[in-house]
């Protein structure tokens, strides 16, 4: 187990992606890079309510001037329809359409993006004069250094808040759920450090279990610590949303291993192991290596969606193939752990013990599913919505998960009962030296 969560974490510190893009965004208006792709892309921004505003600084005015600089703001429909039409528009046909224009001629300018009777994308685009021009030398003129602060009304409907609209509320609920954390932590990390220190059949259980947990809490408050930089300055700690993704990925690898561990176990241990063998984490090489290319494979989707979308979302809507690939894998790991302990279930005569494989199967089921179901459920959401529902969702299913399997292996009743009973069925306890006594 040592080796393979050094290996995961090797994998994912192999490369990790930049700060996503910013709402106070710095960089330079190129007008080289406006004619090649007619149009420098500037940025996007989620404007809602009657007073959102576009802030812009510019320090050499006279460039701007003798360009003819001016931006250029699209809604995302109806750019997308500009993009897709089969109507070849030509590049200053295309300018002309933007829905709203502003002429930079001046050190700071500020537009008001205002009767948005719904929260919408916004793209924001550089042109100038050299543009929409066939002659190369004259678009070689000198950039423009900027900065962009892009804003939406508050609560009192003054332009100060730096959250689109598909962002707003994640800063409060990260603050609730660190909160929820502590106060947990508070009431009940003694007695589990105490159950974990006592060893047994359930300590391995336990240590992966609070490890993947401990990674969580650490994900929300890395999170909350980002958020809460950003409503500030619109730039937050790009570092601190890395480590909440790092975090966050480190967990699901915990927890997968966790769960394929204990289900190949399962399997392999009803096919191999006699009566009399004492009741054990399978580690064989066949199930070994089956968990080991499972986790391996969802390191690599993970990282690979990382390159596709460097938002700091640790769940994402799931737009490109690694995405698809993850969601695929997560249905066909809940459908093969479903069938295997349905098995269990139909020919398992203890109420006890049926008992026992529902309740876990309800807790993994849970865990792995909760992630696609969610993404199909977003589709009714408008688009701006989407990623917050799936974001908030999934660390809200995975926390019920998780209760339920503490609650199950912390459960002297019933845990002690079934493994005590199922040598042959449950491979959930440690070798260890002496024998364990249950302690009800």
Known sequence: MGGLRLLAVALTCCWWPQGGQAKTLRGSFSSAAA?????????????????????VRINNIAAAVGKEAKLYLFQAQEWLKLQESSQAYSCSEKLSKAQLTMAMNQTEHNLTVSQIPSPQTWHVFYADKYTCRDDKEKSQAEDIPFEMVLLNPDAEGNPFN???????GLHEFFFLLVLVYFVIACIYAQSLWQAIKKGGPMHMILKVLTTALLLQA???????????SYSKDGIGVPFMGSLAEFFDIASQIQMLYLLLSLCMGWTIVRMKKSQSRPLQWDSTPASTGIAVFIVMTQSILLLWEQFEDTSHHSYHSHHNLAGILLIILRICLALSLGCGL??????????????FYITFAKGCILWFLCHPGLVCISIIFSDYQRDKVVTIGVILCQSVSMIILYRLFLSHSLYWEVSSLSSVTL?????????????F
């Not at 650490?218 to 958020?227: C, K, Q, R, V």
């Open 35 to 55: 004619r090649d792709s007619q149009g420098q892309s500037i940025g996007h921004f989620e404007f809602h309510g009657d007073h959102a505003l576009l802030c």
């Open 162 to 168: 730096h959250f689109g609209a598909g962002e707003s």
């Open 218 to 228: 650490g994900s929300a408050l890395a999170n909350y610590i980002h958020f809460s």
């Open 342 to 355: 349905y098995q269990i279930i139909t020919v398992e005569r203890s109420t006890l013990k049926r008992e």
């Open 427 to 439: 491979p959930l306890t440690i070798s260890s030296g002496h024998k364990s006594r249950p302690h």
